[in-house]
């Protein structure tokens, strides 16, 4: 028996084989839930077709806010007259106070819709609401010459006390509660600071012989007031001292005054010729910015608690946001049985708008009209916010830019814009051939934001 025996040379190099290893926690899923794990290369060589797609899904984006912008969240209903004020509760985001044009006062609860405190306060219109700055107390004002300080309710179970009345010699328009201390200005023939310890104002300001329809304490610089009287003037007080600091003059009445709650000198007034003027108070010779878009009467304004947007009404029946720097509405809100709008709030958690009607309803809107209300998960609210930066990426493209900004107004509104505009393009030419036709310099040109302000005083 032969074995055949083979000898290895040891010094002989050997040969290396590479294989192939892979992790499977690279590319497999660890549980049924977990998402497809995706490799991505970024090098904008292998993608030539991004830009493209990213603007078609911009694009299926700023339609589909379209499609699903429904602001309208629900209506509050219980007054029997039309709801002429507002106020919101300085700690608790879902406690409204309402006033009516019968006299009546009602505290609700927003999440719920109830109402767990309604009584008649006045005989005649409530002019005014307001909480204390504690919020444990309201006051309300009304035609019958009286201010009514009640005691905030807890619930619907808990019994709540007669208000105490203060009655007086003149009528009221309006008040409002100092932010920090317990002083709250009063305002109609005469401007008054009160105290809801004492019967007696403890200072009555005076500046012209017209009554003033609208007051305002500053919610920043907490010393300073103003209001808006019937002789179409504005005019700033200090509580600190016993003058008025200054007086502007418009061309037309304002109706309702509004602080912004982020920039301690500014506020915008909202005007019986159907324009809101945003003005610095440190400087009223000039407007900051001249708001257009109502064509009736504004009649109420509110600031966001951000301080960059603000909502308005007016007897156009129209609820419309604007931006602090643009001089038009980016958003209109309205409905068929909505009418003149009395009085107007932004929630102070911002997402909400409030207004309230001459048809004795409260609606309740929201801020930003295709948002979705609820808890979203976390795939939903990445796809949001990508969509949204998509949107401000491509929002200068035209076909965005115009879907993005057309709004369904009723078709009253909007021949009363056009003939405004025909108006304004008339005046404007008149204007430009008279200057064609008179010495140079005799007609000089008057900026728009100068144009609606007659004098200051000081």
């Known amino acids: ?25 690279d590319y497999e899923r660890r549980t049924k839930q977990d998402l497809h794990i995706e490799e991505t290369n970024l090098d904008p060589k292998l993608h030539p077709l991004e830009a493209a797609r990213e603007y078609k899904r911009a694009l299926n984006a700023v339609k589909l806010e379209r499609v699903m912008a429904k602001p309208f969240v629900k209506a509050l209903s219980g007054h029997t007259d039309g709801v002429t004020t507002f106020a919101k509760h300085p700690t608790k985001l879902s406690e409204l106070l309402s006033g009516a044009a019968d006299g009546e006062v009602r505290l609700w609860n927003l999440t719920s819709s109830e109402n767990f405190y309604s009584a008649v306060h006045h005989k005649g219109f409530v002019r005014g609401v307001c909480f204390t700055n504690t919020g444990d107390n309201f006051i309300s004002v009304g035609d019958d010459k009286t201010i009514r300080i009640a005691q905030t309710p807890k619930s619907i179970e808990e019994p709540c006390p007669a208000p105490a009345s203060i009655l007086t010699k003149s009528f009221f328009n309006g008040v409002d509660h100092h932010r920090s201390q317990d002083l709250f200005a009063t305002c109609g023939s005469v401007v008054e600071l009160w105290s809801t310890q004492r019967s007696e104002p403890l200072q009555s300001h005076t500046w012209g012989a017209d009554s003033s329809s609208c007051v305002r304490f500053n919610p920043v610089e907490v010393n300073v007031l103003a209001s808006a009287a019937n002789d179409r003037n504005i005019t700033l007080y200090d509580v600190r001292g016993a003058t008025p600091i200054r007086r502007l003059i418009l061309a037309m009445q304002t ?7 982020m920039e301690a000198f500014h506020f915008t007034v909202a005007n019986e010729d159907s324009n809101l003027y945003t003005f610095d108070m ?27 947007s603000f909502v308005s009404g007016g007897y156009d029946r129209m609820v419309r946001i604007f931006d602090i720097d643009a001089g038009h509405s980016r958003e209109v809100y309205h409905t068929k049985r909505m009418q003149r709008l009395f009085s107007v709030r932004w929630s102070a958690d911002a997402k909400y708008l409030i207004t309230g009607s001459d048809e004795t309803n409260i609606r309740l809107w929201k801020a930003t009209a295709w948002e979705h209300l609820g808890t979203r998960a976390p795939r939903q609210a990445a796809a949001l916010d990508y969509a949204e930066k998509l949107k ?3 929002h200068f493209h035209p076909e965005i830019k115009r879907i993005a900004r057309h709004r369904h107004v009723p078709k009253v509104i909007l021949r009363q814009q056009e003939e405004r505009h025909n108006i304004h393009m008339a005046q404007a030419r008149k204007m430009e051939n008279r200057r064609k036709h008179s010495k140079p310099g005799s007609i000089p040109y008057q900026a728009e934001r100068k144009k609606h302000i007659v004098a200051e005083l000081e």
Do not use: E
């Open 1 to 25: 028996c032969f074995f055949n025996v083979q000898i290895l040379d040891l010094k002989r190099p050997t040969m290396k084989v590479k294989t192939i290893s892979r992790n499977s926690d």
């Open 255 to 261: 109706n309702a005054i509004c602080w912004n709650p």
């Open 282 to 308: 440190r400087r009223l010779d000039s407007a900051l910015n001249v708001h257009k878009d109502h064509v009736n009467a504004v009649m109420d304004v509110d600031y966001s608690p951000t301080g960059r």
């Open 392 to 394: 401000q990426r491509f």
